[in-house]
């Protein structure tokens, strides 16, 4: 925002600085909305340091959110330096001006609101008086206003994150019911019968050398109902591991997919790597609601890898970049035409599993692409915007 950097050089005029504090154009994330908007108000009133002080929903408390102009001031009103100003706006939910006994610091605190109520406290400093005029004045209120929608998003998007994770969450904890259920009845049943025909083989073994004809198709008809079971039974065992839930609260992101790689190896199917990239962002701004999505998502393309694909070599990435997380799978197989199955219809059962990968990761507000061509393996790459990446909670510099 050239000329309107609190503090440097000329002060714009009351128009220009009316019409820089309602600039409401550009500022996606939160970050910079609030420092956009701090910016402005200090600089609508000619002073050298903005701060926000906002509310913590969780502790009740003022905390230092964002800030605009000298570093030095900006640090002293983070320590809270402001002659009590923001407890007291805080508390009588008006302005409060006064000069700082010690150094003649002029410290003006407006109340920042959000749905009727106060979230915060933007607090303007400077060595001199901010200006009094009503414009100037007028342009420094929109400007904490506009500090109060920006908070008030973070608040929608913190509600709507939490909504996600428990609707997935729920949905994690029916899989792992149906899972439950798969392993109690029908798994229990196939193994009883698996049993059976192995007694029944026996007992036809023990019959012939008895000396008893059997039936010339009986053998391999017996074998033949071994095999189905069996190859049934191992189905289901594959499809429970598939639906148990993996202690997604508790456990970082890199450890459940590694979960998932290893539990896709020890199945013996085809050899995969992981590789994680990017982390010393660690683990900011991935959601429980991510972490469950990852995992769906790669336990799927790793089934689809080897049960499509054929392949024999899976490599899993996963990348952290401040701007959102990126999975991608790789694998050596088949390949396959992807518009052709994309526009596929009157298949002789529904598929859920491409289909289901890109609701997942767009619900999220991702995007998943996979590439493919006979012969030329697939790669499935899932995208995720990190959420809130810059949460006003993480302000660097200002706790100190
Ligand atoms: N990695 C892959 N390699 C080769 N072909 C693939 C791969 N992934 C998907 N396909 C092709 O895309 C089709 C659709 O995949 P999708 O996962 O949607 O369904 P499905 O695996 O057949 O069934 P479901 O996932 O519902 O059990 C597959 O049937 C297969 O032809
Ligand atoms: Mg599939």
């Known amino acids: 925002m050239p000329g309107l950097e609190p503090g440097a050089g000329q002060a714009p005029t009351p128009l220009d600085a009316l019409i820089a504090a309602t600039d409401l154009g550009g500022a996606d994330r939160e970050r910079e909305a609030l420092e956009g908007a701090l910016a402005a108000a200090a600089a609508a009133v000619g002073v ?27 640090a002293a009103l983070a320590r809270g330096d402001d002659a009590g100003v923001a ?19 002029h410290v003006l605190g407006i109340p920042v609101r959000g749905s009727g109520r106060t979230v915060g406290v933007c607090v303007l400093a400077g060595p001199s008086a901010p200006d009094p005029d009503p414009v100037r004045m007028h342009a420094a209120r929109f400007a904490a206003t506009r500090c109060g929608w920006a908070i008030e998003r973070g608040h929608l998007a913190d509600s709507l994150e939490r909504a996600m994770a428990q609707i997935l969450e729920t949905d ?19 193994s009883v019968a698996l049993l059976e025909v192995q007694l029944l083989e026996a007992e ?26 069996g190859g049934a ?21 890199p450890e459940i997919l590694t ?7 020890a199945r013996g199917d085809a050899e995969a790597t992981f590789s994680v990239e990017g982390d010393a962002l660690g683990e900011e701004g991935i959601t429980l609601s991510q972490r469950i999505t990852f995992y769906r998502i790669l336990q799927e ?9 054929h392949a024999r070599s899976i490599s899993v990435r996963l990348r952290f970049a401040r701007e959102g997380t990126t999975l991608e799978v790789a694998d050596d197989g088949e390949g396959f035409d992807v518009d052709a199955v994309a526009g596929r219809e009157g298949t002789p059962r529904p598929r859920f599993g491409v289909v289901g990968m890109r609701d997942r990761a ?39």
Not at 235 to 253: C, K, N, V, W, Y
Not at 301 to 309: D, I, K, P, V
């Open 301 to 309: 393309a790793l089934t689809n890898a080897h049960r499509h694909g």
């Open 172 to 190: 994690e904890r029916m899989l792992g019911r149906i899972g439950l259920d798969i392993h109690d009845g029908p798994t229990q049943q196939l």
């Open 259 to 265: 979960d998932a790689v290893r539990a896709f190896e």
């Open 362 to 400: 767009n619900l999220l507000g991702g995007t998943i692409a996979i590439t493919s061509a006979a012969g030329e393996g697939t790669l499935v790459a899932v995208y995720l915007p990190r959420w809130r990446p810059d949460d006003p909670a993480a302000f660097p510099g200002l706790d100190a």
């Open 48 to 74: 050298r340091a903005a701060l926000l002080l906002r509310v913590d929903p969780r502790s009740g408390r003022l905390a230092p959110a964002a800030a605009a102009g000298d570093p030095a001031l900006v």
């Open 233 to 253: 039974l191992h189905e289901m065992r594959e499809l429970i591991g598939h639906l148990r839930p993996a202690q997604f609260e508790s456990r970082t992101l």
């Open 87 to 105: 407890d007291e706006v805080r508390a009588a939910g008006g302005e409060v001006a006064r000069r700082r006994p010690a150094d003649g610091l």
């Open 204 to 229: 036809l073994g023990d019959a012939e050398a008895a000396g008893e004809v059997l039936p010339d198709k009986l053998r391999p008809a017996l074998g033949r109902i071994y095999e189905v079971l």
